[in-house]
């Protein structure tokens, strides 16, 4: 989704600013969230059950708020929180995904939380404003600074199939109105809707990510690292920024495995990705290639990025406490620098020669000790 000018009046004549006053150019993206936009199946549910609530309740601004737990369970929703979590800077993880009449998908923003966040204190019932500005509760809200012509709010709690609250569908006016009987129950009925949906949606993208997912460790398999790097490479030929791979290698597996046995060969991997994922941005991407290989995936970094990544991974390794004994491993990166062009997979074949030279070396110097 692109983004879209919000100083654009409606059918109605309701102009409105998001974050920057009237006229202001709006980022799909939240602030503190890199990749807040939702995935293309949410996002068409979102803009569905937006419109009809707009075309419901005569409302030329309509906005789903999610106040607690994640809409999105893909692989993307997931590296937004993780990152969030990872920078703990105070970042909201709440959002709002807005609706104006005449634009043509959903604008993500955070706006004002405090009308929705009173609403949800009343799950059995929707909260409706006739007049935000004759309403001395409403006086300082921040939402009619955002939103200057805003006069009339409605909204109902969502609740998941446990009952937990988790957010509100609104619906907004220039005017100041009431909601009419078959309004409401409407609104009721959609928001159950809603509801149903996006846990049928949440199923799937769990289903999805489990695919892709390597079962020991938690990390990418090989089916998700082939359609990350696919995905990274092709964003690499758009855009001409670095991109580089590492493929990582336990040293000694066979052996080690041979002495202590499966299961503790199996430890060894899973402390192995946790360490492995600690210095990576959320935009990076760990996966299992196969047996004791792993590889990682870098977005957007130059060879010298790569290498302050090895590095850091290797101090890691050094200063952990093993069971046993001490883990080593060999790496080898490749780097496809901007404007560079191959076929990624002679990325992966240059990251994989890489890795076998690492490999050598490490056993001649073996040798010589």
């Known amino acids: 989704m692109a983004a879209v000018q919000t100083d654009v009046s409606d059918k109605h004549g309701f102009g409105i600013g998001l974050s920057g006053g009237a006229g202001?150019?709006?980022s799909l993206r939240l602030p503190g969230h890199p990749m807040s936009?939702?995935?293309?199946?949410?996002?068409?549910?979102?803009?569905?059950?937006?419109?009809?609530?707009?075309?419901?309740?005569?409302?030329?601004?309509?906005?789903?708020?999610?106040?607690?737990?994640e809409f999105d369970c893909s692989e993307r929703g997931a590296?937004?929180?993780?990152?969030?979590?990872?920078?703990?800077?105070?970042?909201?993880?709440?959002?709002?995904w807005w609706r104006f009449a005449g634009q043509s998908s959903v604008v993500c923003s955070i706006a004002d939380f405090s009308l929705c966040e009173t609403a949800v204190t009343t799950p059995d019932r929707i909260t409706e404003i006739g007049d935000l500005r004759l309403d001395s509760r409403c006086a300082d809200l921040a939402m009619l600074k955002t939103v200057p012509e805003a006069?009339?709010?409605?909204?109902?709690?969502?609740?998941?199939?446990?009952?937990?609250?988790?957010?509100?569908?609104?619906?907004?006016?220039?005017?100041?109105?009431?909601?009419?009987?078959?309004?409401?129950d409407g609104l009721r009925l959609l928001a159950q809707q809603f509801m149903e949906q996006l846990e049928m949606h949440r199923d799937m993208q769990q289903l999805q990510r489990q695919t892709l997912t390597d079962a020991l460790t938690g990390v990418g398999n090989r089916r998700g690292f082939d359609r990350r790097l696919h995905e990274e490479w092709s964003r690499h030929i758009r855009s001409g920024a670095a991109l580089s791979l590492l493929m990582i290698d336990v040293d000694k597996f066979k052996q080690y495995n041979d002495v202590y046995g499966h299961p503790a060969g199996d430890v060894i991997l899973n402390l192995l990705c946790e360490l492995l994922r600690m210095p990576l941005r959320a935009s990076d991407f760990v996966a299992r290639?196969?047996?004791?290989?792993?590889?990682?995936?870098?977005?957007?970094?130059?060879?010298?990025?790569?290498?302050?990544?090895?590095?850091?991974?290797?101090?890691?390794?050094?200063?952990?406490?093993?069971?046993?004994?001490?883990v080593t491993v060999s790496v080898g990166i490749a780097t496809l620098e901007p404007e560079e062009t191959c076929d990624f997979a002679t990325l992966l074949a240059r990251a994989d020669q890489a890795m076998y030279l690492c490999k050598r070396s490490r056993r001649e110097a073996d040798k010589r000790d």
């Open 24 to 26: 202001a150019t709006v």
């Open 37 to 69: 936009e939702p995935d293309e199946r949410l996002g068409r549910l979102l803009w569905n059950i937006t419109s009809l609530a707009g075309l419901l309740c005569d409302a030329p601004i309509t906005m789903i708020s999610q106040l607690q737990g």
């Open 79 to 96: 590296l937004t929180m993780t990152a969030a979590v990872a920078l703990d800077s105070g970042v909201d993880h709440r959002r709002q």
């Open 151 to 184: 006069r009339f709010y409605a909204a109902i709690p969502l609740s998941d199939q446990h009952g937990e609250l988790i957010g509100t569908l609104c619906v907004l006016d220039r005017v100041p109105r009431r909601l009419t009987p078959h309004q409401r």
């Open 289 to 326: 290639y196969g047996g004791d290989e792993f590889s990682i995936i870098l977005p957007n970094t130059p060879q010298a990025g790569a290498q302050l990544v090895v590095d850091r991974i290797q101090t890691m390794l050094t200063t952990a406490q093993w069971p046993n004994c001490m």
